[in-house]
Nanobody
Framework: QEQLEESGGGLVEPGGSLRLSCAAS????????MGWFRQGPGKQRDLVAT???????EYEGSVKERVIIFRDNAKNTVHLQMDKMTPEDTAVYYC?????????WGQGILVTVSS
């Protein structure tokens, strides 16, 4: 069964760091573009970063100085390293995958930035 499972969320203090991970199950994800979106309280779901199988990366402009996305194609995993976090980073983070005409979403994982 094809699915995406996020891990690594939780509470982090302002200025801190967090790494999210997404494990992809199923052969679909081999060769898929993968990435992360987030949805803050009362906000729409927005792109954070994406990465192609070949390593081409796109970052949303407001986070690109603080975020790194990377993937392990052999393990079908994608990770999001976030540094210098602020309360504005509080959101549910979703793992995402796209190939051809199919899109998959993870269930989402909550990240809260608060002291």
């Amino acid at each position: 069964q094809e699915q995406l499972e996020e891990s690594g969320g939780g509470l982090v203090e302002p200025g801190g760091s967090l790494r999210l991970s997404c494990a992809a199950s199923g052969s679909f994800f081999s060769g898929a573009t993968m990435g992360w979106f987030r949805q803050g309280p009362g906000k729409q779901r927005d792109l954070v970063a994406t990465i192609t199988p070949g390593g081409t990366i796109e970052y949303e402009g407001s986070v690109k100085e603080r975020v790194i996305i990377f993937r392990d194609n052999a393990k079908n995993t994608v990770h999001l390293q976030m540094d210098k976090m602020t309360p504005e980073d509080t959101a549910v983070y979703y793992c995402w995958a796209w190939k051809l005409t199919r899109v998959y979403w993870g269930q989402g994982i909550l990240v809260t930035v608060s002291s």
